[in-house]
């Protein structure tokens, strides 16, 4: 097990930007690819962005690519996620997780991720 706590949401204006970081402790951190997903008032929580263990891969979903970049200090215990240019529809609750059995085919299910945070909100005003 690994716990997770977010860190850096708040309110921001369209067009700003703000860096999510997700701490990690307990279990080796280096072993776990990492993810963030989001969810919105009366959304499912969905996909972001993940990064794996190395780091080499990156994946996004279509809606944040170009805007918004994940990556990862295994020497800190710590994976981020930079979000520029945000959008009124970027606001929701963002959520870190972790999983040691991610691959190429699953990273964007929820259901692949065993280890949680509680989530740190993202509001983008108009």
């Known amino acids: 097990q690994v716990r997770l706590v977010e860190s850096g949401g708040g309110l921001v204006q369209a067009g700003g930007s703000l860096r999510l970081s997700c701490a990690a402790s307990?279990?080796?951190?280096?072993?776990?690819?990492m993810g963030w997903f989001r969810q919105a008032p009366g959304k499912e929580r969905e996909f972001v962005a993940a990064i794996d263990e190395s780091p080499t891969n990156t994946y996004y979903t279509d809606s944040v690519k170009g805007r918004f970049i994940i990556s990862r200090d295994n020497a800190k215990n710590t994976v981020y996620l930079q979000m520029n240019s945000l959008k009124p529809e970027d606001t929701a609750v963002y959520y870190c997780?972790?999983?040691?059995?991610?691959?190429?085919?699953?990273?964007?299910?929820?259901?692949?991720?065993?280890?949680w945070g509680r989530g740190t909100q993202v509001t983008v005003s108009s």
């Open positions: 997780a972790a999983s040691d059995r991610a691959n190429s085919g699953n990273y964007y299910r929820a259901r692949t991720y065993e280890n």
């Open positions: 307990g279990r080796t951190f280096s072993y776990y690819d």
